[in-house]
């Protein structure tokens, strides 16, 4: 398994920019993609004013947040992936997105990368198989703010093998972030456990209680 040094994220909405975000901060490169050149103006503005913030609270200093700025690289196609070790999906939680990105990526790659996904619910097995590496996919799913969150759920497919996911679980560490390990079920666990309590929450105002 080849070290990971440099990270691909394809979207620069709130979930890539974060993504993005977390991983310069924590001194990986990053090759942020998105179709829209507006939206990856967005993205790196919005990671900027996060960072600035986190100056604010004295998280992070001035000279850490120029040097992860530096460290992204905004881009609208897919060549800068072929020196990556690791890509992140982070689209639109549409299936058929997440396909269509999924079998245009994989040309792009360098034999050895792995790909992984930041859904919230779509099966890892079934976008697994989109790829020409279903053993090297995994389900990396972040929470929302990704700057603050420190969970990630990490989704094994059927098909994921255990070199990728151990990998993945420590890249996880090296990000500041908590990992869970979780099946290829419906809603994996976190989204398993919220519904049902925000339902329930409903009714009860529903009623009344």
């Known amino acids: 398994m080849q070290e990971i040094t440099k990270i691909g994220v394809i979207g620069a909405g709130q979930m890539g ?7 310069a901060l924590s001194g990986f490169d990053v090759y ?20 600035d913030r986190q100056i604010q609270r004295k998280l992070i200093s001035d000279d850490d947040a120029k040097a992860a700025q530096a ?6 196609d897919y060549k ?18 997440k396909k269509a990105i999924l079998i ?34 995994v389900g990396m799913h972040f929470m929302n703010p990704v700057p603050r ?36 079920f419906p809603a994996f666990i976190v989204n398993r456990i919220l519904l049902p309590m925000i339902n329930e929450a409903i009714y009860t105002l529903y009623e009344g209680v």
Do not use: W
């Open 17 to 23: 920019n974060g993504i993005a975000h977390v991983c």
């Open 32 to 51: 942020m993609v998105d179709v829209s050149p507006e939206n990856l103006e967005k993205g790196l503005a919005a990671i900027k004013s996060n960072m």
């Open 71 to 76: 460290r992204i690289t905004p881009g609208t």
């Open 80 to 97: 800068g992936f072929k020196d990556c070790q690791l890509v992140i999906e982070a689209a639109t939680e549409k299936e058929d997105v």
């Open 104 to 137: 245009e990526l994989c040309p792009f790659l360098n034999e050895a990368a792995l790909v992984a996904s930041n859904t919230s619910s779509i099966s890892i097995t079934r976008l697994g198989s989109y790829t020409d590496r279903p053993g090297k996919f």
């Open 149 to 184: 969150m420190e969970l990630v759920e990490l989704i094994r497919g059927i098909a994921t093998d255990e070199d990728t996911f151990s990998c993945i679980r420590e890249l996880t560490q090296k990000l500041g972030k908590k990992s869970i390990s979780a099946e290829d």
